[in-house]
C-alpha cells in the first residue's frame, strides 16, 4: 500500500510538473497562443502580456558620449572622479526606468569619457534630457560691489594692443595713398572675416544708423576716393573708400503742434474731441512761420515740447502715421498744414525744411580696438554666496496652498543650513535670487533669518517639470563638469542577426548534447533531455517575470548555465551508473546516485554563485546582466536537477521491463551477487 501511494504521489509530482511546465511555455513562446486564436477564433491574451526585454545589443537604442574636462582634478583623483560621474550618471537614468543602462569609462590618449547605452530609447533628444547636463542649483544675493577699476598693468596692455592696432591702419591708409588696390588692402589688414568675404563692402549707409560716424566722413568725399585720415570709433580703427553714392527718396525737417483729448492714443488729458479741435483751429489763426515754435512750447501736449519746440528733426517716407506723412511730404518749405487728425490727436506742422536723401556705398579696412569693457567683464547684478546643490540633502515636491502649482522644496545639509542662515541673516528686507542653470527662478524678499535650513523654489513648472528637477537633484551634482561629444541612435539589425547567430549556436550545441546523452545514457538520457527543456522553460519565464534585460552577455551567461544543467545530470547518471554496475536495485541506486552526485553539485554551483555576485557587485553593467543570468540558471539548474530529473527517474520504478533491463540505464550484463 505505502509503495503504491509512493508510486501515486511521484506520478502526480510529474503530471503536475508538465502541466506547469506547458503552462509556463506559453508565456515563453506566445506565438503558440497566438496560432491557437488565429486556428480557433478566439483571443486569448493572457500569455501576450509579458515580452522580453532586451538590450541595446539587441533591440537598439542611443548610445551618448561625453569627454569630462577634469583640468581641475589632481591626476592621482581622476579615476575616482569618473567613477562619481559614472555612479550619478546610472542614477539619474535609473530614475527614469531605464532598463539595466551601460555607463562605462574609458581613457584614450589621455582624454577620459563617459560612454552611455541605453536600450530601447530611440530618440536622442529624449535620451540627452534624460541625462541631462547638472542642474546647477545657486542661491545668489544683489550685488552692491562697487565697479573694479582697471589695473595698472591691464590699462598698459590696452594701449600698446591699440597702438599697435593704429599703427597698422595708418601703414594701411599709407598704402592706399600710394596706389594700391583697396580690395588688396582689405584682404592684407582687415582682421573681420565677414569683411574680409565681402571685400569690405558694409551696403548702403544713410545719416543716421550703426554707421552714422562713418556716413559723417563720407560726405567729404566724392565716389572712388578714399577718406584721408584713419576713423577712429569706439572698437575700431577704420580706414574708408566711397565706392558709390546715390538718391533715395526725400527727408523733411518739420516742428509740429500737437493738442490730444481724451480717448487718443498715448494722452493723459481729460480734453474732449471738441474743446481740443476748437483749441488747434484757435492756434491755426495764429500761428507763424516766426510764432510757431514759440505757440508749440507753450500750448503743445507733445510731452517735452515745451524745450523742443516740437522739432521732429528730419525723416524721410516711413517714419511717420501715414496721415501726417501725406501732409508733410506735399507741402512747400516754410509753411504751415491746416489742422490734421492722427491716432494721437489733431496737429499743425511747420515745414522747414526739404533734401533728397544721400546714400554711400563704403569699403572698409576694420581693425579691431581693444576697449575697457573687452578688459573688464560687465558687473554682475546677483554675486554668488556660495550656497549650491551641492550642499542640498534632500528635494521633493509640494503643491503651493495658495495657487495649487507644483513646487520643489530642499532641505540642506548641516553646511547649507548654516550657511543658508547666515545668506538670509545678512539681507533681511533684501532680496535673494534662486537660480537654476543660470537663470533666475525666484528672487523673493527676505523678510527675517531662515535658520531650519529649508527652501522652496517656486517656478512655472509643470508636475512633470517639478518632478524632473526633483530627481535630478537628488541624483546630485557631477563631480566634473562633462561636455557630449557624440550621439547616436543603434538599430536592431546587428542584434538581430546576433541573436539569430546565438540561437543557431545554441541550437546546434543543445542538439548535439540531446544526441550525446541519448547515446550514452540511453533512458536517463531521454528524460534528461525532457527535464532540460523544462528547466530552460522556467528560466526563460523567469527571465520574462523579473524582467531581465537581454544582452548577448545575458544570453552567454544563459547557455553556459545550460551546460552546468548537463553537468549534474552527468555526475548523477555516473553516480547510479556505479550503483547498478555494483548490482545494486534500481531504487537504490537512484537514491544513491542523487545523494552521492549532490555534494559535488552543490559545491560547483555554490563557487559559481558566489563568482556572480563578486561580478555582479564590481562588475560593469554588462558583466551585470552576465552575472544575473548565471546565477539564475544555476540556481533553477539544481532544482531541475535534484527535483525534476529524480521524479522522471522514480517514474522508472514499478516497471518490470525497466527496472530489470539495466541496458537501458547505459550499464551492460547486471552483476551477481554473492550469497
Known amino acids: 500500500m505505502s509503495s503504491m501511494k509512493r508510486t501515486t504521489k511521484v506520478r502526480l509530482t510529474v503530471v503536475l510538473i508538465l502541466v506547469?511546465?506547458?503552462?509556463?511555455?506559453?508565456?515563453?513562446?506566445?506565438?503558440?497562443?497566438?496560432?491557437?486564436?488565429?486556428?480557433?477564433?478566439?483571443?486569448?491574451?493572457?500569455?501576450?502580456?509579458?515580452?522580453?526585454?532586451?538590450?541595446?545589443?539587441?533591440?537598439?537604442?542611443?548610445?551618448?558620449?561625453?569627454?569630462?574636462?577634469?583640468?581641475?582634478?589632481?591626476?592621482?583623483?581622476?579615476?575616482?572622479?569618473?567613477?562619481?560621474?559614472?555612479?550619478?550618471?546610472?542614477?539619474?537614468?535609473?530614475?527614469?526606468?531605464?532598463?539595466?543602462?551601460?555607463?562605462q569609462i574609458n581613457k584614450a590618449q589621455g582624454n577620459w569619457r563617459i560612454i552611455v547605452e541605453l536600450a530601447g530609447v530611440k530618440d536622442v533628444k529624449e535620451a540627452i534630457k534624460m541625462i541631462g547636463e547638472t542642474p546647477l542649483l545657486e542661491f545668489k544675493e544683489m550685488n552692491l560691489d562697487p565697479k573694479r577699476e582697471m589695473t595698472a598693468v591691464e590699462k598698459k596692455d590696452m594701449e600698446a594692443y591699440n597702438k599697435a592696432a593704429k599703427a597698422k591702419?595708418?601703414?594701411?591708409?599709407?598704402?592706399s595713398k600710394k596706389g594700391q588696390d583697396f580690395n588688396s588692402l582689405v584682404q592684407e589688414y582687415t582682421e573681420n572675416t565677414d569683411q574680409k568675404s565681402s571685400n569690405g563692402d558694409i551696403g548702403w549707409i544713410k545719416e543716421k544708423g550703426a554707421y552714422a560716424a562713418l556716413y559723417a566722413k563720407a560726405k567729404e568725399i566724392g565716389k572712388g576716393d578714399v577718406y584721408?585720415?584713419?576713423?577712429?570709433?569706439?572698437?575700431s580703427y577704420n580706414v574708408i573708400m566711397v565706392t558709390d553714392k546715390r538718391e533715395d527718396g526725400t527727408e523733411v525737417k518739420a516742428n509740429h503742434i500737437l493738442i490730444c483729448y481724451k480717448g487718443a492714443t498715448r494722452c493723459d488729458k481729460e480734453t474732449t474731441k471738441e474743446d481740443a479741435l476748437k483749441q488747434i483751429q484757435d492756434?491755426?489763426?495764429?500761428?507763424?512761420?516766426?510764432?510757431?515754435?514759440?505757440?508749440?512750447?507753450?500750448?503743445?501736449?507733445?510731452?517735452?515740447?515745451?524745450?523742443?519746440?516740437?522739432?521732429?528733426?528730419?525723416?524721410?517716407?516711413?517714419?511717420?502715421?501715414?496721415?501726417?506723412?501725406?501732409?508733410?511730404?506735399?507741402?512747400?518749405?516754410?509753411?504751415?498744414?491746416?489742422?490734421i487728425e492722427t491716432e494721437f490727436g489733431y496737429h499743425l506742422i511747420l515745414k522747414q525744411?526739404?533734401?533728397?536723401?544721400?546714400?554711400?556705398?563704403?569699403?572698409q579696412v576694420y581693425i579691431d580696438k581693444k576697449t575697457e569693457a573687452e578688459v573688464l567683464p560687465p558687473q554682475e547684478d546677483w554675486k554668488s554666496t556660495g550656497l549650491t546643490g551641492k550642499q542640498l540633502s534632500s528635494s521633493s515636491i509640494q503643491f503651493?496652498?495658495?495657487?495649487?502649482?507644483?513646487?520643489?522644496?530642499?532641505?540642506?545639509?548641516?553646511e547649507g543650513k548654516k550657511l543658508f542662515g547666515e545668506i538670509t541673516e545678512r539681507n533681511v528686507n533684501k532680496q535673494v535670487a534662486i537660480f537654476l542653470d543660470g537663470e533666475v527662478i525666484s528672487a523673493p524678499r527676505v523678510n527675517e533669518a531662515i535658520k531650519d535650513g529649508e527652501a522652496v523654489i517656486e517656478g512655472d513648472f509643470t508636475v512633470t517639470e517639478a518632478k524632473t528637477l526633483s530627481q535630478r537633484l537628488n541624483a546630485g551634482a557631477l563631480p566634473v563638469p562633462i561636455e557630449l561629444i557624440s550621439q547616436q541612435t543603434i538599430g536592431a539589425s546587428l542584434g538581430g542577426e546576433s541573436?539569430?547567430?546565438?540561437?543557431?549556436?545554441?541550437?546546434?550545441?543543445?542538439?548535439?548534447?540531446?544526441?550525446?546523452?541519448?547515446?550514452?545514457?540511453?533512458?536517463?538520457?531521454?528524460?534528461?533531455?525532457?527535464?532540460?527543456?523544462?528547466?530552460?522553460?522556467?528560466?526563460?519565464?523567469?527571465?520574462?517575470?523579473?524582467?531581465?534585460?537581454?544582452?548577448?552577455?545575458?544570453?552567454?551567461?544563459?547557455?553556459?548555465?545550460?551546460?552546468?544543467?548537463?553537468?549534474?545530470n552527468v555526475l548523477i547518471f555516473e553516480r547510479m551508473k556505479e550503483e547498478l554496475k555494483l548490482?545494486?536495485?534500481?531504487?537504490?541506486?537512484?537514491?544513491?546516485?542523487?545523494?552521492?552526485?549532490?555534494p559535488s553539485i552543490r559545491d560547483g554551483n555554490t563557487t559559481t554563485i558566489i563568482t556572480c555576485i563578486i561580478l555582479f557587485w564590481f562588475g560593469s553593467s554588462t558583466i551585470k546582466g552576465f552575472a544575473l543570468t548565471l546565477t539564475i540558471g544555476v540556481l533553477i539548474s539544481m532544482f531541475s536537477a535534484i527535483v525534476i530529473a529524480k521524479q522522471f527517474m522514480l517514474l522508472t520504478l514499478r516497471n518490470k521491463s525497466t527496472e530489470s533491463n539495466h541496458w537501458l540505464f547505459g550499464v551492460g550484463k547486471k552483476k551477481e551477487t554473492k550469497e
Not at 577634469?70 to 562619481?84: H, N, P, R, T, V
Not at 591702419?169 to 598704402?175: D, G, P, Q, V, Y
Not at 584721408?228 to 572698437?235: D, Q, R, T, Y
Open 283 to 339: 492756434l491755426k489763426t495764429k500761428a507763424t512761420v516766426e510764432n510757431f515754435i514759440s505757440l508749440a512750447k507753450k500750448n503743445s501736449t507733445e510731452p517735452g515740447a515745451d524745450t523742443s519746440g516740437g522739432d521732429l528733426g528730419w525723416f524721410a517716407k516711413g517714419q511717420m502715421v501715414k496721415e501726417f506723412e501725406d501732409v508733410v511730404f506735399s507741402m512747400p518749405k516754410e509753411t504751415i498744414s491746416d489742422v
Open 20 to 103: 506547469l511546465a506547458i503552462f509556463l511555455g506559453l508565456f515563453d513562446f506566445p506565438q503558440v497562443v497566438n496560432w491557437f486564436n488565429q486556428k480557433t477564433g478566439l483571443e486569448v491574451t493572457f500569455f501576450n502580456k509579458i515580452p522580453f526585454k532586451l538590450g541595446l545589443d539587441l533591440q537598439g537604442g542611443t548610445q551618448l558620449t561625453y569627454e569630462a574636462d577634469l583640468k581641475q582634478i589632481k591626476d592621482a583623483e581622476k579615476s575616482d572622479a569618473m567613477e562619481g560621474v559614472r555612479d550619478v550618471i546610472e542614477r539619474r537614468v535609473n530614475a527614469f526606468g531605464v532598463a539595466e543602462p551601460i555607463v
Open 499 to 568: 541573436v539569430a547567430l546565438s540561437m543557431k549556436a545554441g541550437l546546434i550545441g543543445f542538439l548535439l548534447v540531446i544526441l550525446l546523452m541519448i547515446l550514452y545514457y540511453r533512458l536517463p538520457g531521454v528524460l534528461s533531455v525532457i527535464t532540460l527543456s523544462i528547466y530552460a522553460i522556467i528560466v526563460l519565464f523567469i527571465f520574462k517575470a523579473v524582467p531581465v534585460t537581454m544582452t548577448l552577455a545575458g544570453i552567454a551567461g544563459f547557455i553556459l548555465s545550460v551546460g552546468m544543467a548537463v553537468d549534474a
Open 169 to 175: 591702419a595708418e601703414k594701411a591708409l599709407s598704402a
Open 583 to 598: 548490482g545494486k536495485p534500481l531504487g537504490t541506486s537512484i537514491e544513491e546516485g542523487f545523494k552521492r552526485a549532490w
Open 353 to 363: 525744411d526739404e533734401r533728397p536723401v544721400v546714400e554711400y556705398r563704403i569699403s
Open 228 to 235: 584721408s585720415k584713419v576713423i577712429e570709433l569706439p572698437g
Open 400 to 414: 503651493s496652498q495658495q495657487t495649487s502649482l507644483p513646487l520643489v522644496a530642499l532641505k540642506f545639509n548641516d
